[in-house]
């Protein structure tokens, strides 16, 4: 059998949470033929599926396998993170941010956001912040996702006056990325610029510095504050 797929992975997971009643479907069929899950029948004659030893191992690799994705992508978030503090920016981590994007119809569509990293110079002039925002993706499947979603991307660049991709080496290649994003490449040491960002001048909105004012920007490692 090949390697499992995630929508195979899913289904073993949420038959292994349920009563494990069959869905007859073409992915049950994959999973049965792959050894994963197996057939039972109860007193009454009514046919069951239960997870196997072997789809027990399937779900705990995955489990592992995500795990590790995400302390990979939250250790390249920190180093983007330090690196706009080093460059004289104030950053933040999980915003939650809302672009309005223009509909079919004429009307407003409101796209929900949540960049890795966002960050603005520190200085009191609006005119010179440069907001910036920094995706940050550590496995290919995850960023080909990204890019199918042109909402989402249009939400970044409505939202900052340059988006950036910050992609694990060896995961793809900077021609892979629309040339309106720049290019950072994380290697295990340092950060690579394989594509600067195209700049265009940027104020954020109200919405936007609403939500700066309720959120914690990241604290510098060298702060004394943050030995308190």
Request: glycine share 6%.
């Amino acid at each position: 059998m090949p390697a499992p797929s995630r929508v195979l992975v899913q289904r073993l997971r949420q038959l292994w949470r349920s009563a494990g009643w069959p869905s007859q479907d073409l992915v049950e069929v994959e999973l049965l033929a792959g050894g994963w899950v197996e057939r039972l029948l109860d007193s009454d004659g009514r046919e069951r599926l239960r997870v196997t030893d072997a789809g027990l191992a399937l779900i705990a690799e995955s489990l592992n396998r995500n795990r590790t994705a995400r302390d990979a992508h939250e250790a390249l978030v920190e180093r983007v993170a330090t690196e706009m503090q080093r460059a004289g920016r104030i950053a933040w981590r999980g915003l939650s941010l809302r672009a309005g994007l223009p509909g079919a119809d004429g009307a407003t569509q409101w796209v929900h956001a949540m960049p890795d990293v966002y960050s603005i110079r520190h200085s009191t002039v609006e005119d010179y912040l440069e907001p910036a925002i920094h995706e940050i993706k550590v496995q290919r499947s995850d960023l080909l996702g990204e890019l199918r979603k042109p909402a989402k991307s249009a939400a970044y660049r409505a939202l900052c006056g340059q988006c950036w991709f910050v992609i694990r080496a060896g995961i793809a290649e900077p021609e892979e990325i629309p040339p309106e994003y720049g290019v950072l490449i994380g290697h295990a040491t340092h950060l690579e610029l394989a594509r600067p960002a195209p700049k265009r001048a940027h104020k954020p909105d109200f919405a936007t510095w609403m939500a700066l004012a309720r959120a914690t920007p990241v604290r510098a490692a060298e702060d004394p504050q943050s030995l308190l």
